[in-house]
């Protein structure tokens, strides 16, 4: 299971990354390109997708997420402009620890499975989407482990929406890209046309990468774990 992870998000990284490259130069292609997952609004209400396990055994692996995303709650919530997060768990155990403790679930995944499943990640993706696109949230964050190899992993937390542009050292105090600093763009057939194929798949993306990256995670973590418990 754990070489089988480990290859899929290893085959997986490159198109992701060249994916988001391109989207986010995209989003500060020009100053007139206009979308609403490109806008970029005061963060009043925030969504965090938390992706752990359906299963324990896995040593340390579910609580340094849960731990980090408690941690980022309270501080989005106790900051100088105290912000609404609700969560949307990712996996059983993740799924558990936040209706525990009574926290907000808009919307979830219970089941996470041993495999990456796209169709999970379509699904949720859509949802993501439709709620940033109708204001119902103006952040959308994943938190997840990202795999580096059998003995190392580490939490990470991703923006997904709103798409930002990647800054650069060229940018000016306004955030945007300064003149020069970017690519011109020719769009054919048009921007929107364009923009209903790549930004859904673009969020797809995203969330099946950080799912991948999850699974690949837990294997290794409970490989650890249980080869540990033997050699005791």
């Known amino acids: 299971k ?12 490159p198109y992701s990354q060249a994916l988001r490259l391109m989207l986010e130069n995209l989003s500060g292609a ?7 997952l490109f806008e970029v609004r005061p963060v009043r209400r925030r969504l965090l997708v938390v992706i752990a396990s ?27 402009e105290a912000t609404a997060v609700a969560v949307v768990p990712v996996g059983r155990r993740t799924f558990q620890f936040f209706q525990k403790r009574h926290f907000e679930m808009p919307i979830s995944l219970p089941e996470l499975g041993d495999q990456v ?5 379509r699904r949720l993706s859509k949802e993501l989407v439709a709620m940033q696109l109708d204001g119902r949230v103006d952040r959308v964050d ?9 003995m190392s992993r580490r939490v990470e937390l991703s923006e997904v929406l709103p798409i930002t ?22 769009f054919e057939p048009d921007p929107d046309a364009i923009f209903r194929v790549l ?18 995670s837990e294997h290794s973590a409970r490989m650890v774990s249980m080869g540990a418990a033997t050699r005791n």
């Open 199 to 216: 930004l859904p798949r673009y969020v797809e993306n995203r969330i099946l990468q950080a799912m991948a990256e999850s699974l690949a």
């Open 54 to 80: 359906d299963k324990g055994l896995c040593g340390s692996h579910n609580m340094n997420v849960f731990r980090t995303a408690v941690r980022e709650i309270e501080e989005a919530r106790g900051g100088d």
């Open 117 to 121: 499943d796209f169709l999970k990640a």
């Open 2 to 13: 754990l070489r089988r992870a480990q290859e899929r998000v290893l085959a997986a990284r």
């Open 30 to 36: 020009s100053e007139d390109l206009r979308h609403p």
């Open 142 to 150: 994943v938190l997840y482990t990202r795999f580096f190899s059998t």
């Open 165 to 186: 542009p990647p800054r650069t050292e060229q940018e000016g105090a306004s955030g945007r890209p300064a003149a020069g600093g970017g690519l011109d763009y020719i």
